[in-house]
């Protein structure tokens, strides 16, 4: 059974850190890209970071820069993201998804809530 689990986020206050885990299961992580997508309430899904297969290739969203990072372990089947300088507009429900380049087959994780407040 194909599964991706997020989990790590919370409340966190303006300036502070969290990191998102992302656990896959039931098919071979090294053969997807990997991302973390975030939707704020009344706003469209967004994608905020990508990494490649190998994880030599990452890319972001201009807003996060500096900031996040992405990061994967293919053999522990795991993919992170640290989000650093934390800001009340990071808030929204990530989500990590998986997508092969080759078959096109896509996977979404449930979500998991990050709220930035003091």
């Known amino acids: 059974q194909v599964q991706l689990v997020e989990s790590g986020g919370g409340l966190v206050q303006p300036g502070g850190s969290l990191r998102l885990s992302c656990a896959a299961s039931?098919?071979?992580?090294?053969?997807?890209?990997m991302s973390w997508y975030r939707q704020a309430p009344g706003k469209e899904r967004e994608l905020v970071a990508t990494?490649?297969?190998?994880?030599?290739?990452?890319n972001y969203v201009d807003s996060v820069k500096g900031r996040f990072t992405i990061s994967r372990v293919n053999n522990l089947n795991t993919m992170w993201l640290q989000m650093n300088s934390l800001t009340p507009e990071d808030t929204a429900v990530y989500y990590c998804?998986?997508?092969?380049?080759?078959?096109?087959?896509?996977?979404w994780g449930q979500g998991t809530q990050v709220t930035v407040s003091s």
């Open positions: 998804n998986a997508k092969s380049r080759r078959s096109r087959v896509e996977y």
């Open positions: 990494i490649t297969e190998t994880g030599v290739n990452t």
């Open positions: 039931g098919f071979t992580l090294s053969n997807y890209v």
